[in-house]
Antibody, heavy 119, light 108 residues
Framework: EVQLVQSGAEVKKPGESLKISCKGSGYSFTSYWIGWVRQMPGKGLEWMGIIYPGDSDTRYSPSFQGQVTISADKSISTAYLQWSSLKASDTAMYYC????????????WGQGTLVTVSS | SYELTQPPSVSVSPGQTARITCSGDALPKKYAYWYQQKSGQAPVLVIYEDSKRPSGIPERFSGSSSGTMATLTISGAQVEDEADYYCYSTDSSGNHGVFGGGTKLTVL
């Protein structure tokens, strides 16, 4: 059974750093993309970027390029999303999802990680 | 940046057919995908590659695409189909995914 299990909710202050994780199981982690999707409170889904753990090929949305870093550790089948300096506007639910196909769409999703940034 | 445009809301009575549209300039050359997101839950893929249905998705869900518009059709919508629906595709380069703004489907 394909599963993506994300790390737990986080409460941080503006300016702090953060790294959240997404552990894949039930499939070959290095043969599929992992993507990150943001959902701000009451808003829609936003594609942030994707990584191919097999060769670390990474693509970012222009809206998120330079704002976050996507990485993966294939030895432990885990992908990461990190911030070096959080802002209040980073408050959102973040989903990881398995990417498949030439167009890289998402077929399985994690349960989401809620990040709250508040002073 | 590339955009996919959806109507903010669609409302139907139970048993009626709901149609949700998604327009984008690259859709003639790129597949459309559809996700259902119920309140407080992660999205679920309901249609891929314009018209294919993943296993476990009811037959009442179907998709089509023509020109710059893709359509998700729910034939005989049920109360449990109430959710937000998002179309998804990529820009013309194929390197960046894009979600539509989402459509809230009300079935009552």
């Amino acid at each position: 059974e394909v599963q993506l299990v994300q790390s737990g909710a986080e409460v941080k202050k503006p300016g702090e750093s953060l790294k959240i994780s997404c552990k894949g199981s039930g499939y070959s982690f290095t043969s599929y993309w992992i993507g990150w999707v943001r959902q701000m409170p009451g808003k829609g889904l936003e594609w942030m970027g994707i990584i191919y753990p097999g060769d670390s090929d990474t693509r970012y949305s222009p809206s998120f390029q330079g704002q976050v870093t996507i990485s993966a550790d294939k030895s432990i089948s885990t992908a990461y999303l990190q911030w070096s300096s959080l802002k209040a506007s980073d408050t959102a639910m973040y989903y990881c999802a398995r990417g498949i196909g030439q167009l890289v769409y998402f077929d399985y999703w994690g349960q989401g990680t809620l990040v709250t940034v508040s002073s | 940046s590339y955009e996919l445009t959806q109507p903010p809301s669609v409302s139907v009575s139970p048993g009626q057919t709901a149609r949700i549209t998604c327009s984008g300039d690259a859709l003639p050359k790129k597949y459309a995908y559809w996700y259902q997101q119920k309140s407080g839950q992660a999205p679920v893929l309901v249609i891929y590659e314009d018209s294919k249905r993943p296993s476990g998705i009811p037959e009442r869900f179907s998709g089509s695409s023509s020109g710059t518009m893709a359509t998700l059709t729910i034939s005989g919508a049920q109360v449990e189909d109430e959710a937000d629906y998002y179309c998804y595709s990529t820009d013309s380069s194929g390197n960046h995914g894009v979600f539509g703004g989402g459509t809230k489907l009300t079935v009552l």
